[in-house]
């Protein structure tokens, strides 16, 4: 039920910005009609922000939490047949502050399953990318579930291709992360949706933005 709600929401937006004649302002992602990054300079109850296009200010950094592990298996995929939750693939590039595409960055992802729930003995739901020539990076998920204090949010550190750490943040859901009270959530954190893939699954896009 809400999640019916969520992605009419989300249609509605997209449809919005189409319209207006925004989707021209988008940049460093080819993916199509990426067109909310411009949602930013609306203003509008209607718009919320999100992980604009590069413009050079570094990603907005968050705390890690509790969970992080290092290690985690390299993963194109964090979902199995015993994964439940709705399918997500989370996409997007990584640049440097000159807007620069970062090739063979690494991000170590992790989140709680659809129960809320982290798995801190082994590492489901928890994996490693590596950005490609073009600085992009892409990684089948699930939505996240909320836990107590908690949003729904994906966990991401990044390092540079000689394994130096360079920020952590979390990212968030529009129609997800927006719902549920919590201090921590900021919607410039929020990932831009982009059409959903031939098999279903929501897609997203959020771009990081890195001091190198
Ligand atoms: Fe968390």
């Not at 709680?112 to 590492?123: F, H, K």
């Not at 390092?159 to 943040?169: A, C, K, V």
Request: charged share 20%; aromatic share 6%.
């Amino acid at each position: 039920m809400g999640g019916t709600m969520r992605w009419r929401f989300g249609g509605v937006w997209v449809v919005a910005l189409v319209l207006s004649g925004c989707a021209s302002r988008v940049g460093a992602l080819t993916a199509p009609a990426g067109a909310l990054t411009t949602v930013a300079e609306g203003g509008s109850p209607t718009s919320l922000p999100a992980t604009p296009t590069c413009d050079g200010t570094p990603t907005l950094p968050q705390t890690e939490g509790p969970y992080y592990k290092s290690g985690a298996p390299e993963a194109s995929t964090l979902v199995d047949e015993a994964t439940g939750g709705d399918r997500l693939m989370l996409t997007g590039q990584v640049l440097t502050t000159a807007c620069v595409p970062l090739a063979g960055a690494r991000l170590d992802v992790w989140q709680a399953d659809a129960g809320g729930v982290y798995d801190n003995a082994g590492y489901r739901m928890r994996g490693r990318v590596t950005t490609d020539a073009d600085g992009r990076y892409a990684l089948e998920t699930i939505v996240p579930g909320p836990y107590p204090g908690r949003t729904p949010h994906i966990h991401v550190k990044v390092f540079d291709p000689g394994g130096r750490e360079l920020m952590t943040t979390q990212i968030y859901l529009i129609g997800v992360s927006d719902q549920i009270a919590d201090s921590i959530f900021d919607p410039r954190l929020l990932a831009r949706d982009l059409p959903a893939d031939a098999e279903g699954r929501r897609v997203v896009a959020f771009d990081i933005i890195v001091q190198p």
